[in-house]
């Protein structure tokens, strides 16, 4: 796998790219997270997207592609190695590194610090993605054609619901999605109506759209909840806490009920657009006429009859 860093000068250019870590780190101790970090960002954007930014680095052409994708690789592969660094690992076990000079700190220190590098590895590739997002050979790729088969394929739909302006999060979601249609759209519609909502939902009634939209989307939310990084939701979902060990402002995950409780709200929100849709579906559908063997007329009440 050809990678977007050489031994040569490594630690003043992670330096560069990073600006926060020290000018002295070495390639050797951090090549294999890497190594690993350009699987990930591989997984994404796809091998072929990739061999663009590995071909703009051997023209040694320093494009914006390429120092995007350098970014997103440098900032991961330092969150993956910064833990293990933390602390010494000798013949004696783990000890905690300390000098005369720096102090370890606290454990809500690098709490904050480690979501701190997580978010912003997570902006890192949505600048990425927006960067690709008019390139043939990313919107070409498996994980992006995946995306535009689904109803709900852009940021943008999201925005009357709640925004969420992230195109990583989006391409996260991309299961829950196809699930939600699966389990709660398709049931409502029936076949024909499923069909038509795929290939060509904006000719389908606005009511039914947006009840549509905010199905799948509610749904999808309480799914990626339950599996996806906190950090990785809008800062509207992940409430922001003080912490009662610093007057500094800090972020940290939902407490054990927090995270329950948000999934069952955008449930409930999830069930009210299903509602909707169903209400919406049968008032397309024609009242059934009586079979021919109920058109009689009960003319049992006596009040009928004169005697």
């Known amino acids: 796998m050809d990678l977007l860093f050489k031994e040569e000068n490594f630690g003043r250019s992670f330096q560069d790219l990073l600006g926060f870590v020290d000018a002295d780190m070495e390639f050797g101790f951090i090549k294999s997270d890497i190594k690993s970090a350009t699987r990930e960002i591989i997984k994404i954007v796809g091998d072929a997207t990739y061999q663009l930014a590995v071909a703009d680095y051997q023209a040694e052409n320093n494009t914006e592609l390429l120092q995007a994708f350098q970014y997103a690789i440098a900032i991961n592969a330092y969150r993956k190695y910064a833990p293990s660094n933390d602390l010494k690992h000798g013949p004696n076990g783990r000890l905690m590194r300390s000098t005369d000079n720096e102090k370890s700190p606290f454990g809500w220190m690098i709490d904050r610090d480690n979501a701190n590098q997580e978010k912003k590895y997570y902006k890192a590739v949505d600048d990425l993605l927006e960067i690709l997002s008019d390139n043939s050979t990313f919107t070409g790729s498996a994980n992006y054609t995946k995306l535009k088969e689904l109803i709900i394929n852009d940021t943008s739909q999201f925005d009357d619901y709640m925004p969420i302006d992230s195109r990583l999060l989006l391409l996260k979601l991309q299961p829950g999605i196809r699930l939600a249609e699966l389990q709660h759209v398709k049931p409502i519609l029936g076949d024909t109506l499923f069909n038509q909502a795929k290939t060509d939902f ?73 509602n909707n849709l169903s209400d919406q579906v049968k008032a397309l559908q024609p009242p059934e006429a009586p079979a021919d063997d109920d058109l009689t007329i009960d003319m049992s009440d006596n009040k009928f009859f004169t005697t």
């Open 202 to 274: 904006s000719n389908l009634d606005d009511a039914m759209q947006i009840s549509i939209k905010g199905l799948l989307i509610y749904s999808a939310m309480a799914w990626g909840l339950a599996r996806l990084s906190v950090h990785l939701m809008p800062d509207a979902v992940v409430q922001k806490y003080m912490s009662d060990r610093s007057n500094t402002k800090s972020t940290k995950a939902p407490e054990k009920m927090e995270l329950p409780l948000a999934i069952q709200k955008f449930q409930e929100d999830a069930r009210f657009y299903a």
